[in-house]
């Protein structure tokens, strides 16, 4: 069965950092892009960063521009975010998602269950 499992989330103060990962099984992870989204209470679901399938490219929400590193190690089945700089309005759920998308098939995705991130003094 599929399966994406974030760990990483925690408490930090206002400029501190934390290193989510997302570990992967059930399915191709190499064909598909990975992408993290958070969750804010009261807010909608917005995207944070994403990542191609191989690496070679990656997005960021313009709040989290400089500050978040999206990665991956395909060989581990595995995609990160690094986040430094942060500030409580980075405090939400962080989801890891796995998408395909190809001109030739139907679209495919995948979700993890979520951490939590909360950032305060």
């Known amino acids: 069965q599929v399966q994406l499992v974030e760990s990483g989330g925690g408490l930090v103060p206002p400029g501190g950092s934390l290193r989510l990962s997302c570990a992967a099984s059930g399915f191709t992870f190499s064909s598909y892009a990975m992408n993290w989204y958070r969750q804010a209470p009261g807010k909608e679901r917005e995207l944070v960063a994403g990542i191609t399938s191989l690496g070679g490219s990656t997005n960021y929400a313009d709040s989290v521009k400089g500050r978040f590193t999206i990665s991956r190690d395909n060989a581990k089945n595995t995609v990160y975010l690094q986040m430094n700089s942060l500030k409580p309005e980075d405090t939400a759920v962080y989801y890891c998602?796995?998408?395909?998308?190809?001109?030739?098939?139907?679209?495919?995705?995948?979700w993890g269950q979520g951490t939590q991130v909360t950032v305060s003094s």
């Open positions: 998602n796995a998408a395909r998308r190809l001109v030739t098939r139907p679209p495919s995705d995948y």
